[in-house]
């Protein structure tokens, strides 16, 4: 059987989705920012709304997610893209609008801009990956980076006395009556990236019901900045990062778990 | 119908707005603009037009709501005083370099640091010499009365989208304070999301349809790429001072001296002008409209003209500096201004020409030849 | 015509609100007008100012040094816009806790007691129209009726009720006013 013969439409068990560019990810191999980006867009093409769906780019890894997003897109300044999102959905209530962040820019530099959009329920979705450092920038120190971790502006590993804790902001904004909807996933096995993308389906599914805020966590690696490879981030993640950051649904329905 | 009210220059702002079929205004309050956001909430646009009035949480946040509805295309604007401009910057620098359109507005106090919540000229620099970071300007409106405070929305907004670049109406505590007649426009209907779609769609992020992604961004890791985009923003600037300066001349025909001012500065030094013609001496007023583009050209004649050249302005010497650089040394240029909040008097910017030009002049003129000799 | 003035005292007292009335009574006669107030947290007990123009030409500077009219009614303002009043101008003010009075002999002096004949009334908010009746008596710069339409425009329609009243405290200012500087032009009738 020649390989010509195999490859035809009835075979076809899984396609990558139309909504990602053929551009090739500027992502380190064993990064889920990939995995992150494929479910959003595999969602928006799943419920037809891509003439609908405005996103917003944060600055940090992400950055150029619209090269890799088929969609229209806008990218906003460090922190801002909350402040961009509402802007863009006071003024188009009837479109889909997200952001989607790192742990640096939505709860260093954003934090106000986070936890403001939050409490207006803004009817948007925040997809927020964190990986507890900076990727872009060479792996300085993040608000989520956990206790004793090095990196290289907590070379020494974080200390909580001089550096703070790491920072739950996803338990923060659940208590903001605003926000109808928080969980916390990750992409690292096929189990978790299938949880993942319902969770996204959820948050958008949110928006068309005009719920107000949807807010999901994707706890991820970063084997650059952690210096491992990527099973051994992925491993050390579910060692340390989990226990700090548990995944699973902390708000449903407008509900506290 | 057009409309004619007693108001105050934020308010006369405010109403131009909700007129002019903006579609959102995005503030914070900080002293002398509190009214436009006040006027804002209490006229209840969402009713009248459909605009969107929301008080952000900060300065920052304000301007990015910006940023997010005028990269869809719509109508957009915002206002705050100096600190709060300040705050601003950035987004300012992301439109200027997204090519986005909208206006800001500054209604100016003075500097620096939280300084005083009295009127100020005192960020000329701030407003035309970039403000943000990266090279870009911003063409700059300056209101020398309630009834421009009112007109200037409409002709912001005009610029804005013929360029689509951010644009600044440079007021300041005394025009957005004061009340003065105003006829205000007629009501301009919004433009519905079909027709915007229609106008803008070929840039702005309204959703992927019929077409191929939209992206706006300010980002351009290739540096050739980055020129380019740097090359087309000048050429915006360039077309700006061929085809859209403005500036106003009053008593200049016969003047042998020449007084530059803007905003509030120029109002008081017209009264300089008459009291000086009463005096039997002949000045005349420039006043830039534009403060950039900046009617450099006209300087440049006009001191073919005149014997000196004041200008006028509440700070310690900003515009002064283009005047200069206009006149290139034909004739002397001095600065007069109080500051910290301090409103000169037509009388003292009568006395602060004759004694830094009209006495002093010609002396001044031949140290300046010398030193730039040397 | 071209009426330079200045009305200076405590917040409150309805200085601002005088000014405004002053200002559309003269949009009602079709004149150039301007009200430029002090304006921040001076406001709130303290010292309040507003410089009002009405004129028949364009008006150049809102922001003014001299005064052909310098309405006073405390002490601070007395102090600070004295000397601001034009030779052969005029200086109008209250008596009403004053305890510096005016010296100069080059403008016309006049007194109302304002506070007085309010509290008589039994209204203190009508203070500032026997005020400015006093003033409309020396310089009838506006009408009667143009002023009432001011009052109109300027206050909201829920207080349109007291609109009589304040006619009736600016006839009272008008019958009220008294000259203090002895020499100069006789008072107008």
């Given at each position: ?257 | ?341 301090i409103i000169h008097t037509p009388e003292e910017v009568l006395e602060a020409l004759e004694q830094k030009i009209i006495n002093h002049g010609h002396f ?11 | ?72 009614l405390n002490q601070q303002s007395m102090d600070k816009f004295e000397n601001t009043v034009k030779p052969n101008g005029i200086l109008l003010y209250d ?95």
């Amino acid at each position: 059987m020649d390989i010509l013969d195999i490859i035809k439409p009835e075979n076809q068990v899984f396609c990558k989705t139309k909504l990602m560019t053929d551009t090739a990810l500027s992502y380190c191999p064993g990064c889920g920012h990939g995995t992150a980006h494929n479910l959003t867009m595999e969602v928006i093409d799943e419920m037809g709304i891509v003439e609908d769906t405005i996103g917003v780019a944060p600055v940090g890894c992400s950055v150029l997610a619209y090269d890799f997003m088929n969609i229209d897109m806008t990218q906003a300044a460090h922190g801002r893209a909350p402040a961009v999102a509402t802007g863009i959905i006071r003024t188009w209530p009837e479109k889909y609008v997200f952001t989607y962040q790192g742990d640096g820019d939505l709860a260093a530099i954003g934090t106000a801009e986070t936890i403001h959009a939050c409490n207006r329920g803004e009817n948007i979705v925040i997809i927020f990956i964190n990986n507890g450092i900076y990727g872009m920038t060479g792996g300085q120190m993040a608000p989520t980076t956990l206790e004793g971790m090095h990196t290289s502006t907590s070379p020494y590993g974080r200390e909580i006395k001089n550096m703070g804790s790491p920072l739950k902001i996803t338990e923060l904004i659940a208590n903001l009556p605003g926000v109808y909807y928080v969980t916390r996933q990750s992409v690292h096995t096929h189990k978790h990236v299938r949880k993942a993308k319902k969770a996204i389906r959820t948050a958008f599914e949110n928006t068309r019901l005009k719920k107000g805020l949807s807010f999901v966590e994707i706890v991820s690696n970063c084997n650059s900045g952690w210096k491992m490879t990527p099973n051994e981030a992925n491993i050390w993640m579910e060692e340390n990062m989990f226990s700090y950051f548990p995944l699973g649904d902390i708000k449903v329905d407008g509900k506290l778990k | 119908m057009s409309e004619l009210k007693l108001m105050k220059g934020n308010e006369a702002l405010a109403e131009a707005a909700i007129r002019a079929g903006v579609d959102a205004y995005f503030g914070y309050p900080i002293t002398p603009q509190s009214e436009v956001i006040e006027y804002l909430m209490t006229e209840r646009p969402e009713l009248r037009t459909g605009m969107v009035v929301l008080q952000a949480e900060s300065e920052v946040a304000a301007i990015n709501m910006v940023y997010g509805a005028a990269s869809t295309g719509k109508k957009v604007m915002t206002s705050s005083s100096s600190p709060g401009i300040s705050l601003k910057q950035e987004g300012i620098s992301y439109m200027a370099g997204a090519e986005l359109p909208a206006v800001i507005v500054n209604v100016v106090r003075g500097g620096p640091g939280l300084g005083t919540i009295q009127p100020s000229q005192a960020d000329y620099f701030q407003s035309v010499k970039g403000g943000g970071h990266g090279d870009y300007k911003l063409y700059v409106l300056a209101p020398a009365s309630v009834q421009e405070m009112s007109d200037f929305v409409t002709d912001a907004f005009d610029i804005a989208f013929k360029y689509r670049a951010p644009v600044l109406i440079l007021s300041d505590g005394l025009i957005g304070q004061m009340m003065e007649k105003v006829v205000l426009k007629d009501q301009v209907e919004r433009i519905s999301d079909k027709d915007l779609i229609k106008m803008n769609g070929y840039w702005a992020t309204t959703g992927k349809k019929d077409r191929e992604r939209n992206i706006i961004t300010s980002l351009d890791l290739q540096s050739e790429k980055m020129e380019a985009r740097v090359h087309r923003l000048q050429k915006k600037y360039v077309k700006m001072e061929l085809e859209d300066l403005r500036y106003e001349t009053i008593d200049c025909e016969d003047a042998d001296y020449l007084i530059v001012a803007y905003g509030s500065s120029a109002r008081i030094s017209q009264k300089a002008v008459e009291l000086a013609r009463k005096k039997g001496i002949k000045v005349g007023l420039l006043r830039p409209i534009t403060l950039f583009p900046f009617p450099k050209k006209q300087l440049f004649d006009l001191a073919n003209q005149v014997k000196g050249i004041l200008s006028v302005e509440l700070n310690a010497g900003q515009m002064v500096e283009d005047v200069k650089l206009a006149v290139e040394h034909k004739v002397p240029v001095e600065h007069f201004g109080r500051t910290g909040g301090i409103i000169h008097t037509p009388e003292e910017v009568l006395e602060a020409l004759e004694q830094k030009i009209i006495n002093h002049g010609h002396f001044r003129h031949h140290k300046t030849r010398e030193s730039s000799i040397l | 015509m071209s009426e330079e003035i200045i009305i200076a005292g405590f917040g409150g007292q309805g200085v601002l609100s005088m000014g405004k009335i002053l200002a559309y009574s003269g949009i009602m006669q079709d004149q150039e007008v301007s009200w430029m107030p002090s304006y921040g947290p001076e406001m709130r007990g303290g010292t309040a100012n507003v410089t009002v123009i009405l004129s028949d030409e364009r008006i150049s500077s809102p922001y003014l040094k001299v005064f052909d009219t310098a309405i006073i009614l405390n002490q601070q303002s007395m102090d600070k816009f004295e000397n601001t009043v034009k030779p052969n101008g005029i200086l109008l003010y209250d008596p009403n806790g004053i305890t510096h009075h005016p010296t100069r002999t080059d403008i016309e002096i006049y007194q109302i007691e304002g506070a007085k004949l309010a509290a008589e009334m039994g209204n203190k908010k009508i203070f500032n129209m026997i005020v400015l009746g006093a003033f409309l008596k020396i310089k009838p710069i506006v009408k009667l009726e143009n002023v009432l339409e001011g009052l109109k425009k300027s206050l909201s329609e829920r207080y349109h009720h007291l609109i009589p009243l304040n006619k009736e405290a600016i006839t009272k200012g008008m019958n009220h006013i008294k000259k203090k500087s002895k020499e100069k032009t006789s008072m107008p009738s």
